[in-house]
C-alpha cells in the first residue's frame, strides 16, 4: 500500500453549468472534513445532493469550483497521474470490460501501472481467489452472475493496492444477503490493508453496519452531520437510525446526534 495520509477537504464547492439550459446547479454548496488514514467513512444523502460529484473530484474527474481536496499536500485534479494506483472506487455497475475473462478485467489496472506480465497475473489470481471465484478465472463477465461481477470488481480494485477505497452505492442493487456479505468482504479487505474506504449508500442500514463514522450530508451536499458510531452501543441503532433519518429529512442536524 502507498503512505497513508488523510484526506482534508476545505471549503469544497462545485457549481455546475447545464449544457443545454446554460443554469448553474449547486451539487456541492460547502464541504469542510478531514478523514484518518485507515477510517473507514460512511457517507448518507439524498439522491441528488453531490456524493457522486464529491467522488468525482476525490478521484480527480472534476475540479472544485472552490475550495480542495488535498492528500498528502497533494489534490488528484491537479496531479492525476500522481495518484494513479492510490484510489480504487468500485460503482454502482460492476464497470467490467466484457471482452475479458474476470482474470484480465483485473489485471487491467495493474497493466496500467506497468508492472511485469508474471506478476499481473499472480496478484489478479491472488485476488479473485482471496474474493471466492478462484474457479472462475477464465469466465467472461456474462457468465458470472451480479454479485460474482461485483466480487470482480473489488478483486480489481484492490489489486492495485490502493491507499484509499471508494464505493459509490456498490452493494445497494444486490439482494440483502449478498450485499451485506460483501459490503462486510470489502471493509474487512480495506482494514486488513491499513486502506481508507469511504462508502457512499443510501441505506442507513448499511451505513450504519459499516464501523467507523457517518457524514450525514445536505442537499446540496453541506456536513450536515458527522456522526462517530464508536460513541453508541448495541442498543443505540433505532435511535442513531430515526435521528439520522430526521437529519435527512429536514436538511439540518437531529439534537439527538449532538454529543
Ligand atoms: N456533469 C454534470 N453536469 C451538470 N450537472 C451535473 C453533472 N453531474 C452532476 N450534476 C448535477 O449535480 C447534482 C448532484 O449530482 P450527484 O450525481 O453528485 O448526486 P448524488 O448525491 O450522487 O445522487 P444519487 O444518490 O442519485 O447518486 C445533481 O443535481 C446533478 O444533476
Ligand atoms: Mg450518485
Redesign the pocket.
Given at each position: 500500500m502507498s503512505a497513508p495520509a488523510p484526506i482534508e477537504v476545505a471549503g469544497l464547492r462545485?457549481v455546475?453549468?447545464?449544457?443545454t439550459t446554460g443554469e448553474a446547479?449547486?451539487?456541492?454548496q460547502q464541504l469542510d472534513f478531514r478523514i484518518e488514514p485507515g477510517e473507514v467513512v460512511a457517507i448518507v444523502?439524498?439522491?441528488?445532493?453531490?456524493?457522486?460529484?464529491?467522488?468525482?473530484i476525490l478521484i480527480g474527474l472534476?475540479a472544485p469550483t472552490a475550495g480542495s481536496i488535498e492528500i498528502g499536500g497533494r489534490t488528484p485534479y491537479g496531479d492525476f497521474d500522481g495518484f494513479r494506483g492510490r484510489i480504487a472506487t468500485v460503482f454502482?455497475q460492476d464497470r467490467l470490460l466484457p471482452w475479458r475473462s474476470a482474470l484480465d478485467n483485473v489485471r487491467l489496472g495493474l497493466e496500467m501501472l506497468g508492472l511485469p506480465e508474471a506478476q499481473q497475473v499472480e496478484r489478479s489470481r491472488e485476488w479473485l481467489a482471496r474474493l471466492g471465484l478462484g474457479d472462475f478465472l477464465q469466465a467472461y463477465p456474462h457468465e458470472l452472475s451480479g454479485g460474482m461481477r461485483q466480487r470482480v470488481a473489488i478483486a480489481r480494485a484492490f489489486a492495485v493496492q490502493p491507499g484509499i477505497l471508494l464505493a459509490?452505492?456498490a452493494f445497494g442493487h444486490l439482494d440483502e444477503v449478498t450485499a451485506s456479505q460483501l459490503r462486510d468482504e470489502f471493509v474487512g479487505l480495506a482494514r486488513a490493508n491499513g486502506a481508507t474506504a469511504v462508502l457512499?449508500t443510501?441505506q442507513l442500514e448499511e451505513a450504519i453496519g459499516i464501523g467507523n463514522r457517518i457524514l450525514v450530508?445536505g442537499?446540496?451536499?453541506t456536513l450536515l452531520a458527522d456522526v462517530r458510531l464508536d460513541g453508541y452501543g448495541a442498543d443505540d441503532t433505532a435511535l442513531l437510525r430515526e435521528a439520522i433519518q430526521a437529519t435527512l429529512q429536514t436538511n439540518r442536524i437531529d439534537p439527538r446526534l449532538l454529543q
Open positions: 462545485k455546475y453549468r447545464q449544457t446547479v449547486t451539487a456541492i444523502g439524498q439522491t441528488g445532493c453531490g456524493k457522486s460529484t464529491f467522488f468525482d472534476e454502482q459509490d452505492e457512499i443510501h450530508f442537499k446540496p451536499a
